[in-house]
């Protein structure tokens, strides 16, 4: 059976989703799960694009040791120099070169004729093999590019050194038919195409990204791109959980083999989900909450009768556990340790004892403490920016009534270490801790999303809030975890405050990153 190969681009094309923004440590959290996935290739990111980018693909190349990473880059020399610098550490150190052939890409955004991108494109593939042993490059528009023009123009770029050729459906045009269509025509056309492994990058604009890379595969790619959860630009890109679960389960249609660890999809999603602060809709395949959930009168009876009947994929199959008890209120740091490991997380003393106390804390409130409250916990300590100076809440209190004005009472301790309270009213309870937070803080905040979620089951379940603000005018991202909401909706807010801080001061995340 083909052995394929797995580009994961969560950390570069899954960033470019509107309103994410990670922080290098949300990064590198990220990364080490992917290599736990067993993706072949990770794209940590696009350095020149920012120094906060360059210090986060910089950074996992170095850590990263069973996979690839590599960066993106346009056809440029600078932004190729600047690849260098942050993946030189790499095991492998790979670069990923783009450059548009579709007709209204060279015409309007490059201002190229076809002749001018063949040039720069072999001048750039060679100018990148002086550094790189593995370049890929991508024809951006592929799929909506000439197929003469871009047969020539994969012809020369592998002769200058390219080795692998992505044929990107940059915008989610494609149908599985002309997709499959494109990757044969170049296998039989490009008379040296056997010396590269070609790729497919789908977006997902008609809903189609999954099948177009299926078709892709059907038709002679050797690599799959693809981003957990589906994120990504516009309407996001093929979800590789998605992929990986069709090729395990209709491996008599497709007989491909891939180097994933199946059981690490659960964790991976929920993962990138919450450091994202992109929600996963309950009915999505694989890894929505309902993808496993049986609701009707027949197919529950089928189910109880045997699974088969109405379940095609085991939860098992790809990590969702029956929520397990974990550890007691009279847990020792031995087993707490233990257990966290096998999570898959690896805490520094310091960041395991904040971790033990939280637990703790929760064991004197919770009544059962399971995988996913823990998960929940560590990642948010394993992501956290000790050294930097920030907001702190000390206590608060909300009165809500249906008949009197929401108040609320916070106190809190500023950057400074200094200790401020007010209360102000809302027309809610969230309102008017948020309005009470407001009146605190120095920063100019304007709150532009908030969602609550549950974490688990039950009426003890924790909260986790995720919200979107602009702070001083820069959009960021905020999540916070507590059993009560409005304790959640508050760490949500100062979490956001103190993550724009971060932005302004990455080598406080560079210090904690290297701990
Ligand atoms: C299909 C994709 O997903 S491609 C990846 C898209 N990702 C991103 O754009 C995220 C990161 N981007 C950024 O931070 C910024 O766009 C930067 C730093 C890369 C560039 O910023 P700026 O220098 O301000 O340029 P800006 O983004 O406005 O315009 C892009 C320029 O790159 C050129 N360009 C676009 N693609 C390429 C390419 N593959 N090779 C060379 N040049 C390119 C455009 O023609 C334009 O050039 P011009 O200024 O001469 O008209
Ligand atoms: C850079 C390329 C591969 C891309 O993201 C796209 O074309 O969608």
């Given at each position: 059976m083909p052995q394929i190969k797995v580009f994961d681009t969560t950390l570069r094309d899954g960033e470019q989703s509107p309103g994410v923004n990670l922080n290098q440590l949300e990064k590198l959290e990220i990364a080490k799960q992917l290599e736990r996935f067993g993706v072949?290739?990770?794209?940590?990111?696009?350095?020149?694009?920012s120094q906060g980018d360059f210090e986060g693909v910089r950074k996992i190349a170095q850590t990263i040791k069973n996979a690839s990473v590599t960066g993106l880059a346009r056809a440029k020399k600078s932004d190729i120099d600047t690849a260098w610098e942050a993946l030189k550490d790499a095991v492998e150190p790979r670069l990923h070169i783009f450059l548009a052939t579709s007709p209204i890409h060279m015409t309007?955004?490059?201002?190229?004729?076809p002749e001018e991108v063949i040039q720069t494109a072999v001048e750039m593939v060679s100018y990148a093999r002086q550094k790189f042993p593995q370049v890929e490059w991508s024809a951006e528009d592929a799929s909506r590019s000439d197929l003469d023009f871009l047969a020539k123009i994969i012809e020369k770029v592998i002769d200058a050194g390219a080795t692998v050729i992505n044929l990107p459906d940059t915008v989610g045009y494609t149908t599985p038919e002309e997709y499959g269509h494109l990757f044969r025509y170049m296998k039989d056309t490009v008379p040296n195409i056997d010396k590269v492994t070609l790729s497919a990058h789908c977006h997902d604009d008609l809903g189609m990204a999954v099948a177009n890379s299926i078709a892709a595969l059907e038709n002679g790619a050797g690599q799959v791109e693809g981003t957990i959860n589906g994120i990504g630009e516009r309407a996001g890109n093929a979800a590789l959980e998605e992929i990986a679960v069709a090729l395990n389960i209709r491996n008599d249609k497709y007989p491909f083999i891939t180097?994933?660890?199946?059981?690490?999809i659960k964790r991976t999603s929920d993962l990138v989900s919450k450091l994202t602060g992109m929600a996963v809709p309950a009915?999505?395949?694989?890894?929505?909450?309902?993808?496993f959930a049986h609701e009707s009168g027949i197919h529950q009876d089928g189910v109880l009768k045997n699974a088969a009947t109405y379940e095609i994929i085991t939860p098992a199959l790809v990590g969702v556990q029956s929520n397990d008890l974990i550890l007691g209120k009279h847990s020792g740091r031995h087993a707490f340790k233990d257990k966290i490991e096998k999570l898959g997380f690896q805490l520094a003393d310091e960041k395991l004892t904040a971790a033990f106390q939280a637990f703790k804390k929760l064991t004197d409130r919770k009544k059962e403490v399971t995988d996913d409250d823990l998960f929940s916990i560590l990642t948010e300590i394993q992501t956290d920016v000790a050294s930097i100076k920030k907001y702190v809440l000390q206590a608060f209190q909300v009165q809500y009534g249906s008949s009197n004005l929401p108040t609320a009472t916070v106190a809190l301790t500023t950057p400074e270490g200094t200790r401020v309270e007010t209360a102000c009213t809302g027309q809610g309870s969230v309102e008017a801790l948020y309005n009470t937070l407001e009146a605190l803080v120095k920063e100019k905040v304007h709150l532009t999303d908030y969602q609550l979620n549950s974490i688990g089951q039950g009426r003890d379940a924790l909260a986790e809030a995720h919200i979107k603000m602009t702070v001083n005018g820069t959009p960021v991202n905020g999540r916070g975890t507590a059993q009560d909401v409005l304790e959640a909706s508050a760490n949500a807010f100062l979490n956001a405050i103190n993550r724009a801080f971060l932005l302004t001061n990455q080598s406080a995340v560079k210090e904690t990153a290297q701990m």
């Amino acid at each position: 059976m083909p052995q394929i190969k797995v580009f994961d681009t969560t950390l570069r094309d899954g960033e470019q989703s509107p309103g994410v923004n990670l922080n290098q440590l949300e990064k590198l959290e990220i990364a080490k799960q992917l290599e736990r996935f067993g993706v072949d290739i990770m794209e940590a990111g696009f350095p020149a694009s920012s120094q906060g980018d360059f210090e986060g693909v910089r950074k996992i190349a170095q850590t990263i040791k069973n996979a690839s990473v590599t960066g993106l880059a346009r056809a440029k020399k600078s932004d190729i120099d600047t690849a260098w610098e942050a993946l030189k550490d790499a095991v492998e150190p790979r670069l990923h070169i783009f450059l548009a052939t579709s007709p209204i890409h060279m015409t309007y955004k490059l201002k190229k004729t076809p002749e001018e991108v063949i040039q720069t494109a072999v001048e750039m593939v060679s100018y990148a093999r002086q550094k790189f042993p593995q370049v890929e490059w991508s024809a951006e528009d592929a799929s909506r590019s000439d197929l003469d023009f871009l047969a020539k123009i994969i012809e020369k770029v592998i002769d200058a050194g390219a080795t692998v050729i992505n044929l990107p459906d940059t915008v989610g045009y494609t149908t599985p038919e002309e997709y499959g269509h494109l990757f044969r025509y170049m296998k039989d056309t490009v008379p040296n195409i056997d010396k590269v492994t070609l790729s497919a990058h789908c977006h997902d604009d008609l809903g189609m990204a999954v099948a177009n890379s299926i078709a892709a595969l059907e038709n002679g790619a050797g690599q799959v791109e693809g981003t957990i959860n589906g994120i990504g630009e516009r309407a996001g890109n093929a979800a590789l959980e998605e992929i990986a679960v069709a090729l395990n389960i209709r491996n008599d249609k497709y007989p491909f083999i891939t180097n994933l660890v199946l059981k690490e999809i659960k964790r991976t999603s929920d993962l990138v989900s919450k450091l994202t602060g992109m929600a996963v809709p309950a009915n999505k395949a694989v890894v929505g909450r309902n993808a496993f959930a049986h609701e009707s009168g027949i197919h529950q009876d089928g189910v109880l009768k045997n699974a088969a009947t109405y379940e095609i994929i085991t939860p098992a199959l790809v990590g969702v556990q029956s929520n397990d008890l974990i550890l007691g209120k009279h847990s020792g740091r031995h087993a707490f340790k233990d257990k966290i490991e096998k999570l898959g997380f690896q805490l520094a003393d310091e960041k395991l004892t904040a971790a033990f106390q939280a637990f703790k804390k929760l064991t004197d409130r919770k009544k059962e403490v399971t995988d996913d409250d823990l998960f929940s916990i560590l990642t948010e300590i394993q992501t956290d920016v000790a050294s930097i100076k920030k907001y702190v809440l000390q206590a608060f209190q909300v009165q809500y009534g249906s008949s009197n004005l929401p108040t609320a009472t916070v106190a809190l301790t500023t950057p400074e270490g200094t200790r401020v309270e007010t209360a102000c009213t809302g027309q809610g309870s969230v309102e008017a801790l948020y309005n009470t937070l407001e009146a605190l803080v120095k920063e100019k905040v304007h709150l532009t999303d908030y969602q609550l979620n549950s974490i688990g089951q039950g009426r003890d379940a924790l909260a986790e809030a995720h919200i979107k603000m602009t702070v001083n005018g820069t959009p960021v991202n905020g999540r916070g975890t507590a059993q009560d909401v409005l304790e959640a909706s508050a760490n949500a807010f100062l979490n956001a405050i103190n993550r724009a801080f971060l932005l302004t001061n990455q080598s406080a995340v560079k210090e904690t990153a290297q701990m």
